[in-house]
């Protein structure tokens, strides 16, 4: 009886950091790639048209980033968050960035800035 329990007690554990892990890792890549085209957009768009503007690195915008986003904190969504399709949520999430990305370099491009 007490083999069943740490087993399932084991097993229990690993199934949840295994989630954590993935958890972290999503948070990680989510940080870093929104704060990549937050890097690309500020010297697309900011410096240019702003030449007295300070250049930031990318560990500079990193921070920043971070900080506001903790300081902005979670927005609920309207609706429920038990119907969303978690598929569909994760596939938002790894393409959110590089879409923005793409959206911003092609109004660079058309907008011609040096």
Do not use: C
């Not at 229990?12 to 890792?25: D, H, N, P, Q, R």
């Not at 690309?40 to 007295?52: E, H, Q, S």
């Amino acid at each position: 009886m007490l083999k069943k329990i740490f087993s399932y007690l084991v097993a229990t554990l690993s199934v949840a950091t295994v989630f954590g892990g993935i958890v972290f890792i999503l948070l990680f890549y989510g940080i870093l790639s929104y704060a990549f085209v937050t890097f690309k957009f500020y010297y697309w768009f900011v410096v240019p048209v702003f030449p007295g503007v300070v250049a930031l690195s990318f560990y500079q915008i990193l921070f920043l980033r971070v900080f506001l986003v903790s300081i902005r904190g979670q927005q609920k969504s309207p609706k429920g968050d038990k119907n969303e399709d978690k598929t569909q949520l994760f596939l938002e999430v790894l393409a959110t960035p590089w879409l923005l990305l793409l959206t911003g370099y092609v109004v660079k491009s058309l907008i011609s800035l040096p």
